[in-house]
């Protein structure tokens, strides 16, 4: 068995996943190396300077900025 890393857009994750599904692939995910999309959305807005508020921790930072 060969081992592939691929990018996908994220509107098409599922077609893909479904796809390679029906083609007997195994998927791992690596959710680890790359930020999700709430990460992403969150350092975008930070790094414009948007929704920068004070916060408790970091998951009341992430709140914050993603509302």
Same mark, same amino acid.
């Given at each position: 068995? /060969?081992?592939?890393?691929?990018?996908?857009?994220?509107?098409?994750?599922?077609?893909?996943?479904?796809?390679?599904?029906?083609?007997?692939?195994?998927?791992?995910?690596?959710?680890?190396?790359?930020?999700?999309?709430?990460?992403?959305?969150?350092?975008?807005?930070?790094?414009?300077? /948007?929704?920068?508020?004070?916060? $408790?921790?970091? /998951?009341?930072?992430?709140?914050?900025?993603? $509302?």
């Amino acid at each position: 068995m /060969e081992t592939f890393s691929i990018s996908v857009p994220d509107k098409k994750s599922n077609l893909v996943k479904q796809l390679l599904k029906e083609l007997g692939v195994v998927i791992n995910t690596e959710s680890a190396k790359s930020p999700n999309k709430t990460t992403r959305t969150s350092m975008a807005k930070t790094s414009k300077g /948007e929704g920068l508020t004070k916060s $408790s921790s970091h /998951e009341d930072l992430i709140l914050k900025l993603n $509302s």
